[in-house]
């Protein structure tokens, strides 16, 4: 019973670091790297997630290295984890979060060109997602010195110079509520665009080995829609 016990082990690690491999091995161009998302985000809308390396072995696998195989710019609303809603694990993505998946300052800016230089992601994703409470504060504001709701009221502290940046970005939705799903996939394409300008970024999409894609992220159907 033992001997079958440890030789199931020894067959469930061996396929595990199988599958591990594979994915790098397979995902060598951008193109690549956008079917592997698109195929992670149907096993997780169907629920046929297989939760590739997460395992404690790929884990410790890691410890000294990583070759995620994208960068996933997306925002850090709760409801937006890359990882689960890609089916992915341990040393796939390399995730920027930030309100309203904002690319507006060297922080996000350097952490990109990381990304990029140092991993060699094949793909950037700027992953935006309906709903978005930062493109909702954008899309609402008013020039009034004095706040018009209790949303207004909360915005305070750094929050108001980011979404002024953000709605520097989208210059054509402040102040326009009826415009939010429009606001939401200009943004997207707004710090795709910032993205895109990045000079090792630029001179990486010219060579063929990098890609930056726009993506929408459905809250109330889990669907990722590639634009
Ligand atoms: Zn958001």
Known sequence: MKIKLTLMALALAIGLTTH????SE???TP???VEALKAGNTRFTTDNRTLPNQCKDHRKSLKKTQEPFAAIVTCSDSRVPAELLFDNGFGDLFVIRTAGNSVVDSSTQGSVDYAVNHLGVKVIVVLG???CGAIKAVVTATDDAAPNSE???KMQGELPALIGKIADCIPQHKGKPETFNAAILANVNAQAERIAALPHVKAQVAEGKLAVVNALYDLKTGEVTFQ
């Open 20 to 23: 591990a491999q594979q994915q």
């Open 26 to 28: 397979k995902i060598q």
């Open 31 to 33: 193109a690549q790297a």
């Open 129 to 131: 997602h309906t709903n």
């Open 151 to 153: 949303e207004e009221a």
